[in-house]
Structures are given as C-alpha cells and as structure tokens.
C-alpha cells in the first residue's frame, strides 16, 4: 500500500525549497544550481550538499549554513514521516534547485549510498548518478 503525498508533505516538500533558494539568494552571489541531500533512518538524519556558481562547485559548510541544515532536517523529518511506499519510510531525498526558482525532489527508499555528495578523491561535488543539465 503506497500513501500518496499528502497536501502536508506537499507543503512541507515546498518549504524545503524554498528556504534553501531563500538563503542562497542572500548568502551565495551568483549561484546557479545547488543540492541537498537528506539522509535519514530511525536512528539518525543528515544533511550534505553543494551549489554552483561561475567559479565552480561548493560544498555547503555546515558550520556556515548551520541554520539552514537545521531547518532541512526538521522539515526532512516530518516529511518521512508522511510520506511511506509499501509501508516503509524513504532513506534519503535529493532536493535540486535553480536560480530560476526551478526545484525537484527525488526520494530514495532503500539504497543509503546513491547520490553521495563529496570532493574527496577528486569528487566533482555534484551528486553521484545525477546528470547535469
């Protein structure tokens, strides 16, 4: 049995982006593109991500943008919690937003490694298995 989103996730979904477009529309000159992923299980959430402007990739520093996590994982939780596919809770999410005020969510129900965010190794920064357009 699948719940379908639900108004309140819908809002919720929104909020996500547009509080991230909304700091990065203050805080980010120039910026063009950016993700968020959310990660969460019973035990834990976490949020790493990264945008783009002219000069290259960026990884959003939790420090900085401590604010802005803080209320992704808040709005994150309560969205796993309504949203369920076959009785289970999603186990991340990938929030893309434009300048444009463009954005998309795509949820992720079992596999906790997709779309990993880094520039270890010689990592991009960019999510993992997402094309750039």
Avoid at 5 to 30: D, F, M, N, Y
Avoid at 94 to 102: G, Y
Avoid at 106 to 132: F, H, N, Q
Wanted: aromatic share 14%; proline share 2%; charged share 25%.
């Amino acid at each position: 049995m699948q719940n379908y989103p639900s108004e309140r996730s819908a809002e919720r979904t929104i909020e996500l982006a547009k509080s991230l477009i909304a700091t990065l529309q203050e805080r980010v000159p120039g910026w063009d593109r950016a993700y968020i992923r959310f990660e969460a299980s019973d035990f834990h959430s976490g949020v790493k991500g990264s945008y783009i402007t002219a000069s290259g990739v960026f990884l959003f520093d939790a420090f900085e943008f401590k604010e802005l996590f803080n209320q992704i994982i808040s709005l994150g939780v309560e969205l796993r919690e309504e949203l369920t596919k076959d009785g289970k809770q999603f186990c991340l999410f990938l929030l893309r937003v434009d300048s444009h005020f463009n954005f998309n969510i795509d949820y992720e129900w079992s596999d906790v490694t997709r779309w990993k965010i880094s520039k270890m190794g010689g990592a991009s920064g960019l999510p993992e298995g997402v094309a750039e357009a």
